[in-house]
């Protein structure tokens, strides 16, 4: 379980509580929202300390109070009814039990939905969806992880060690479609890559030579610029 501090801080005259965040920004740059994240660069600042733990445990995270006391949310089944206020967490547990749906098509159609919110929950999912047989569930998941690719490269790097040879491909089909992004440090794939060229599964080693070549291309490209 990891945990994110939350600081008790004085502005303006207020008492007002801190945690760590990642920026998230859309293809344009421009950022959409900040969420929770214990290796967060940036901040989101609350008014009250129940409105800082309703954030970081709804981004998949427990938490350390000012006093150093630790706190997590206790998970319950969501239940719908006509006086429900909390319509993410409504729409999210809703999606969520559809990503293992029997129907593939519903399925791949929940994977890509889920990926639209940010958190360690859904970030859980859409990894152990890259080693789904069914081609749709996996692309709608390598997809999703892409969308969040700064934040989520260390565990696509990490993917590349898995046992199981659908998830490793995926992981590179994954770098490929980062390979060209500008905002991601693409040198951090390059050893990783080169390893995985000695795969012992032909179609893993045939797709990170491909995309190993890509990535150096375009590193050394984002260098000239």
Not at 8 to 31: D, M, R, W, Y
Not at 133 to 157: F, V
Not at 180 to 201: G, R, V
Request: aromatic fraction near 6%.
């Amino acid at each position: 379980m990891q945990y994110i501090a939350i600081k008790e801080e004085q502005k303006a005259g207020k008492t007002v509580f801190i945690v760590n965040a990642i920026p998230l920004k859309n293809s344009a740059k421009a950022l959409v929202q900040k969420i929770p994240h214990p290796l967060g660069s940036d901040s989101l600042t609350f008014e009250t300390l129940e409105l800082a733990k309703e954030a970081v445990t709804r981004a998949g995270f427990s938490y350390i109070l000012p006093d150093g006391k630790k706190g997590t949310a206790i998970r319950h089944k969501t239940q719908i009814s006509k006086d429900s206020k909390n319509y993410e967490q409504i729409i999210i547990s809703v999606i969520k039990d559809k990503t293992d749906s029997s129907n593939s098509t519903v399925a791949a159609a929940a994977v890509s939905a889920l990926s639209v919110f940010p958190n360690e929950e859904t970030f859980d999912i859409l990894f152990n969806k890259i080693g789904e047989d069914n081609d749709l569930i996996r692309k709608n998941a390598i997809s999703g992880i892409c969308r969040y690719g700064t934040l989520l490269q260390d565990r696509i790097i990490d993917s590349l060690k898995s046992s199981n040879w659908v998830v490793r491909n995926s992981a590179i089909s994954c770098i490929n479609q980062l390979a060209e992004t500008s905002d991601i440090d693409l040198e951090k794939f390059i050893i990783p890559l080169a390893k995985t060229c000695d795969d012992s599964n032909s179609i893993v080693q045939t797709n990170a030579i491909a995309t190993l070549a890509k990535v150096y291309q375009n590193f050394q490209k984002n260098k000239k610029v």
